[in-house]
């Protein structure tokens, strides 16, 4: 799955390089692929609402950027959606 995501990062970043997108565009593509999930209580992140990691949380779940999920939360990636 990570191999994956990061062929289809790179093949994005060679089409976004020879067709010039409109900055708009891609500034869009970039926020909307860097937000988490984390449960106010946890010690990891997760890439999807409906990881069960997540199910079984009984606090507030936040959506914030994975910037802020490692750098403020500290923390880790959840190893189920990752
Ligand atoms: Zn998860």
Redesign the pocket.
Known sequence: MRTIKTLLQLLMLSVVGQSRLPSPQRSHMFSSRSLVYICVTGK?Y???RS?H??RNAKHEIRLVSETEAVGEWKRRK?K???
């Open positions: 990891v997760h890439s999807t990881c990691g997540l959840c189920v959606c990752y």
